[in-house]
């Protein structure tokens, strides 16, 4: 690992444990202000709405100041509103913290830019998978924290996650070296030039590819605490543990797997196995109602994720030509942050009415939709490297 992507990858860590604190807490937090389901998937919605408005500013502004100080930006805007989150009296409270971390959300946005800078592109399926394993500690370690933690108060992990992240600042402030750009990691508005994107059938394919995936895992994701609660009654502690013990096979997967997996498969295969593997461990999950059972119903699913995540990264940076990358990564960046507004409010108000088997049935349904338009995934004639790279 070169210097650059090792301080990236710390980083990271650092910044992912203070989000894996939050991830598994927020529900049960929200609930002591009245919150509903609906109101707990708003919350998680809310934040990637405002990542959606503020991560085309934050692109220019790498591209022109540097990749370094946008993330610093970012981390510091993330203690702020944890900070602002462990204050909260009310759930408009709630929400404005929310929303301080969404407009200032670009530091995974600017990671990935930042990997994109340092990275060949035969490489980047790896580089991803390191930021993936970082996710993957970040929710060994966050989500420990949390459970820990949440016996003394549910403030208590709240400032440790703003104390942690500003560890990351620093780090960042310190260690973190500058890039040479090779790719715009913004070139504005991603809507004004999406329409012409669209017109490409590659791109237009691994777009709606991208939108429907993380739409599925954000459902997932941002329903889990609650799901556990009503079917196996977890607290906040039973849900971090199991967080946790869930990150220390994705860290496993996505560190150490990835790369010959993909070597021997390629991208868009392993892509499809990862899909498999998820489709499997989401309707297993839905399904059991027993504590073992959930548990054996997550092994495939964190497979899923350790294959599909920085496969799909890797898909996305691929259909680029020449200097088009930061385009192609803003408008990826966009849809992702559709999908994980969609999803969450979708997820919750589906538990909220429906009962909570509902949430993974569908994230369930959606990502079996993935795989069968991934499957019929070519690039066109004139995109024969592409071709090559993602077969």
């Known amino acids: 690992m070169t210097r650059p992507l090792l301080i990236i990858f710390l980083t990271i860590l650092v910044n992912l444990v203070g989000f894996g604190i939050i991830i598994p807490l927020l529900p049960f937090y929200a609930g002591t202000f009245g919150a509903s389901p609906l109101v707990v998937g708003l919350l998680f919605a809310v934040f990637s709405l405002c990542q959606l408005t503020a991560a085309p500013a934050l692109g220019d502004l790498s591209d022109r100041y540097g990749r370094r100080p946008i993330l610093i930006f970012s981390l510091a805007g993330t203690v702020l509103s944890f900070a602002m989150l462990a204050l909260a009296h009310s759930l408009a409270m709630l929400f404005a913290a929310r ?23 035969e490489d980047r399926a ?14 060994i370690l966050g989500p420990a924290l949390s459970g820990i933690l949440s016996g003394v108060s549910y403030t208590a992990p709240i400032w440790a996650a703003a104390a942690i992240t500003l560890v990351a600042t620093v780090m960042a402030w310190l260690w ?35 939108f429907i995936y993380w739409c599925a895992f954000a459902i997932f994701q941002t329903t889990f605490s609650l799901f556990a609660a009503r079917r196996f009654g977890f607290d906040v502690a039973r849900t971090g543990y199991f967080f946790a013990a869930f990150g220390i096979l994705g860290a496993f997967i996505q560190g150490g797997l990835i790369r010959p997996i993909v070597r021997w498969f390629g991208d868009k295969r392993t892509f499809l196995l990862g899909l498999g593997f998820a489709v499997v461990g989401l309707m297993a999950a839905a399904l059991v109602h027993s504590v073992a059972m959930f ?39 966009a849809v992702e942050s559709l999908g994980r507004t969609i999803g969450p409010v979708w997820g919750n108000a589906s538990l909220q009415l429906s009962g909570e088997s509902t949430p993974y049935l569908s994230a369930a349904c ?26």
């Open 99 to 121: 929303i301080v971390d969404g407009l200032s959300g670009g530091n995974i946005s600017t990671a990935r830019a930042y990997v994109a800078d340092v990275t060949e592109p």
């Open 366 to 391: 959606l990502l079996l939709l993935t795989l069968m338009i991934t499957a019929g995934f070519q690039a066109g004639k004139r995109d024969t490297l592409t071709t090559e790279l993602l077969q």
């Open 176 to 210: 973190l070296p500058e890039t040479v750009h090779r790719a715009r990691a913004g070139t504005g508005n991603p809507f004004r030039y999406l329409p012409a994107l669209l017109k490409r059938p590659l791109v237009r394919r691994i777009l709606a590819i991208d």
């Open 295 to 333: 548990a054996l119903a997550l092994v495939p699913l964190a497979f899923g994720m350790g294959f599909g995540h920085p496969t799909m990264s890797s898909m996305v940076s691929l259909v680029a030509r020449g200097d088009e990358q930061g385009r192609v990564q803003g408008a990826a960046s």
């Open 126 to 139: 790896r580089a991803y998978g390191l930021i993936g394993a970082a996710f993957g500690l970040g929710f």
